[in-house]
């Protein structure tokens, strides 16, 4: 963990967070109270007015990410904590007992994985970061033409899940977030970078009654919608609700339902508005068909998180809804028991990642074309700097 972090930690923990309380009603803290109760000797051996400098730059810096906010010369915490030396592990086996501690804890269910390098504030899928928020506003235009200059006929006859999931393997935005089945891949994807930082992995355990299949309704559904006029996926999904009369949720349905089944490639015909309206607000875990190499070594899955047009105004408040939705939170906003996150330290990384390596887990098993795996062998067996070795 960097010294930026050491003190966020910090913040937490004398300043506290609560879950149940929004942004307005959050503990707000001064420079000056940070200055008199943080641990500041932990950070440097330099006179009490450079760390004073220090505190300053390093809140400021805080604010300019975004990992906590400003009121007039006040401070608040914005996330819920997430630096917990509790969920920290150091190598291997630190990871194998979590593992095996979340595999008896719920039996019975299906686990996910999904490993970062680093500690980002949300889980959001690609098209939901900020630069793609145009793109996001105009989803079914710029698939439509994306999908056009690759020339692939064959392509254009799948379903549109089938469609989205290899627009997702060319690295094309879109709103579904890669997770994985195996726990070893997870990990790599977790320590695949050095960058001096804690990276982050993921656990999730699903009723298997509740997972979706790349060829079913629900992910279907979730696909086509990306095709769709997002005018008006947005206007079904912000008004068709209990509060909405009957007469004009029956025009804003008929309108939806119209288009949704137009672009939505498939003899099956979508009719349950309401549960086409929980669908598209709430997390899906799906599984899709391993048609490449690349996805069978990946064990590849994703999470279709509920549908966010862009037309929204709240663009952060978007992004947590997504969050806490794939964070598997409840309505009482207290997380789901299967879930899980543990950070890896960053003195780890290496270690973990060659320990992979010997195991058979590496960028040329994970990315497995002569381009990968030609540089995976360069860096493992002809350099010096070999990594089977001390």
């Known amino acids: 963990m960097n010294d930026t972090d050491k003190f966020l930690e910090e913040l937490y923990k004398i300043f506290g ?30 006179t009490i007015e450079f760390k004073r400098q220090s505190v300053s730059t390093t809140l400021g810096q805080l604010e300019s ?36 501690t979340f595999r008896e804890n719920n039996e019975g269910k299906r686990l996910f994985f999904r490993g970062e390098c680093g500690l980002f504030d949300y889980r959001i899928p690609s098209l939901y970061r900020h630069k793609y928020v145009e793109v996001a506003k105009n989803s079914d235009r710029f698939y439509s033409e994306l999908l056009s200059n690759l020339g692939d006929l064959n392509l254009l006859k799948e379903p549109k899940t089938t469609q989205l999931s290899r627009l997702q393997h060319f690295n094309a935005p879109t709103r579904m977030l890669d997770i994985t089945t195996n726990p070893l891949v997870a990990l790599y994807f977790a320590v695949e970078k050095d960058d001096n930082e804690d990276h982050r992995l993921f656990f999730y355990a699903i009723d298997p009654s509740e997972i979706r299949y790349e060829f079913g309704h629900t992910a279907l559904l979730k696909a086509s919608v990306n095709w769709m006029n997002q005018e008006v996926v947005h206007e079904f999904i912000s008004k068709y609700d209990s509060n909405t009369s009957k007469e004009e949720k029956d025009i804003i349905g008929d309108k939806f339902l119209k288009e949704l089944n137009e672009v939505s490639n498939s003899p099956l015909l979508f009719t349950n508005l309401d549960s086409i309206h929980n669908d598209l607000t709430s997390s899906t875990f799906v599984e899709f068909v391993k048609e490449s190499t690349r996805m069978k070594n990946q064990s590849g899955a994703f999470i279709m998180p509920p549908h966010i047009t862009r037309m929204e105004n709240d663009e952060e408040e978007q992004n947590k809804i997504v969050n806490d939705s794939i964070m598997l939170v409840d309505s009482e906003k207290k997380t789901d028991k299967n879930y899980e996150e543990i950070i890896i330290k960053s003195e780890a990384i290496k270690d973990i990642r060659t320990y992979l390596s010997v195991l058979g887990i590496n960028s040329g098993y994970i990315y497995p074309d002569i381009e990968n795996y030609s540089k995976y062998l360069v860096d493992a067996h002809y350099n010096p700097n070999d990594n089977y070795k001390e």
């Open 17 to 46: 967070y609560d879950k149940s309380k929004d942004i307005n009603h959050q503990k707000r803290f001064t420079k000056k109270q940070v200055e008199q109760k943080i641990n500041l000797d932990k950070y440097s051996d330099c």
């Open 65 to 100: 990410d975004k990992r906590i906010g400003r009121d007039g010369n006040q401070f608040y915490l914005i996330h819920e904590y997430k630096y917990d030396i509790d969920n920290k592990i150091d190598g291997f086996q630190g990871f194998k007992q979590r593992l095996d």
